[in-house]
């Protein structure tokens, strides 16, 4: 199931709920969702025809076990393939989708893309992590379709209330020599005997771990909150840019 060809054909009217799920469920989900299924379905999940996950509408399924079969084999005759993902990831995926509706909206008024990107480059400083095009850091996401896999609702929760544990590709860690040089970046690799990261300058740097005196991976996602040091309206538009950002920059 990549993207471009999931088309979820699901139950007519509501699915009921018929599971508990954790927020490491709906996590794992969502990136599955994002790298699958997005790409039809679109990060609303509205752009099937009769479809919307946020409205609990659906079409040709009648139980979560239906789902999930239609997950794994696909529908025949339509655009929807059997899934290419283990086993394990198809109930997160449920968990994501049945869940979207919970989420809602976000509650920032409209705002203004042109605005935003200034915001963006400027006042807010985020290229100084993040990438849009050939533009800005690789320490954080590239985040130059961002507006093709996230929601609006999640853009606003990682810019406003961002404390959460980062995406396994963009962990941080923080070594420290038996010289006591210090240095802390984006984590690449950590193996029995090595840890690898891209530092602040974004350079490579390959440690041994016997070298090392202290070897931490940081479990915050880094990303400060913005609540405090933008307005309202400011970050409405900063929401309003990402929103806007689909591969085209």
Do not use: W
Request: overall charge neutral; proline content about 6%; charged content about 20%.
């Amino acid at each position: 199931m990549r993207i471009g060809a999931c088309v979820l054909l699901l139950a007519a009217g509501p699915l009921l709920a018929q599971h508990s799920y954790t927020a490491n469920d709906i996590e794992d989900g969502a990136r599955t969702y994002e790298a699958n299924c997005s790409g039809c379905h679109g990060p609303e999940g509205n752009l099937v025809p009769g479809v919307d996950f946020v409205r609990g509408k659906f079409l040709t399924v009648s139980s979560e076990d239906d789902l999930a079969r239609v997950i794994r084999k696909g529908i025949p005759g339509t655009p929807m393939p059997a899934a290419t993902f283990p086993d394990f990831m198809v109930f997160p995926l449920i968990a994501y989708v049945r869940t979207m509706g919970e989420t809602g909206k976000g509650t920032l008024p409209p705002g203004n893309s042109a605005h935003g990107e200034q915001l963006f480059e400027g006042k807010g400083q985020c290229l100084s992590c993040h990438r849009v095009g050939m533009h800005g850091s690789r320490m954080g996401p590239n985040l130059g379709d961002i507006g093709g896999l996230r929601r609006e609702v999640q853009l606003e929760q990682a810019l406003l209330n961002p404390d959460k544990a980062p995406s396994p590709e963009y962990r941080r860690v923080h070594v420290v020599t038996k010289s006591g040089a210090q240095y802390s970046g984006r984590l690449l690799n950590l193996d029995t005997f090595t840890v690898q990261m891209l530092d602040s300058a974004e350079h490579l740097r390959t440690f041994e771990k016997s070298d090392l005196r202290e070897l931490s991976v940081i479990t915050n996602s880094g990303m400060p909150s913005y609540k405090d040091k933008l307005t309202t309206q400011e970050a409405a538009d900063v929401v309003a840019y990402l929103l806007s950002l689909k591969g085209a920059h």
